[in-house]
């Protein structure tokens, strides 16, 4: 059974980085057909499909075009986990953040609740 | 305002048929596959149904998709009390190169 475990701050200061990790147990994040993804929940913002990392013989990366140029989503083999950053926080990047398993999004983390403020 | 267009909300009492539309475009639902998640007050989405129709294990078969068009629909049938959540739907847009979520349906069983 696949599961996600989540760990990293609830507060983040406006202008910081956000900093997430995603601990995977029952996977690999080097799996050839899995995609591992960040998404954040907000009232105002709804689901919002943040970006994915994954590997077909090299490393894979997309992002979302709302926060394209502060992102980066990074795996690391050797703890088997990957990671999310969000440079220059406002707040309007408080929201609840997800990892999780793709095809099909059929694995979530259980979320972490981020507030951005100072 | 989202990609796709789900109604805010949606009811029906127990045992009832209920479905929830989610209305996209062609380079969303047009050219992909849509996914429907439900979710629970407090908890993460649950995959409820995956590539248009299908059910993961241990998902009942009172969950059913569709697809048609640049539209797809959940079905709820044999409505019970333990429905009552917000239902999402997901595809993957070309446009875009991300995935987008409808706004989310609130279904309450009367």
């Known amino acids: 059974q696949v599961q996600l475990q989540q760990s990293g701050p609830g507060l983040v200061k406006p202008s910081q980085t956000l900093s997430l990790t995603c601990a995977i147990s029952?996977?690999?994040?080097?799996?050839?057909?899995?995609?591992w993804i960040w998404i954040r929940q907000s009232p105002s913002r709804g689901l919002e499909w943040l970006g994915r990392t994954y590997y077909r013989s090299k490393w894979y990366y997309e992002y979302g075009a709302s926060v394209k140029s502060r992102i980066t989503i990074n795996p690391d083999t050797s703890k088997n986990q990957f990671s999310l950053q969000l440079n220059s926080v406002t707040p309007e990047d408080t929201a609840v953040y997800y990892c999780a398993r793709d095809p099909y999004i059929d694995v979530w983390g259980k979320g972490t609740t981020v507030t951005v403020s100072s | 305002q989202s990609v796709l267009t789900q109604p805010p909300s949606a009811s029906g009492t127990p045992g009832q048929r209920v479905t929830i539309s989610c209305s996209g475009s062609s380079s969303n639902i047009g050219s992909n596959t849509v996914n429907w998640y439900q979710q629970l007050p407090g908890t993460a989405p649950k995959l409820l149904i995956y590539s248009n129709n299908k059910r993961p294990s241990g998902v009942p078969d009172r969950f059913s998709g569709s697809k048609s068009g640049t539209s797809a629909s959940l079905a709820i049938s044999g409505l019970q009390s333990e429905d009552e959540a917000d239902y999402y739907c997901a595809v993957w847009d070309d446009s875009l190169k991300g995935v987008v979520f409808g706004g989310g349906t609130k279904l309450t069983v009367l």
């Open positions: 029952g996977d690999s994040v080097s799996s050839n057909s899995a995609a």
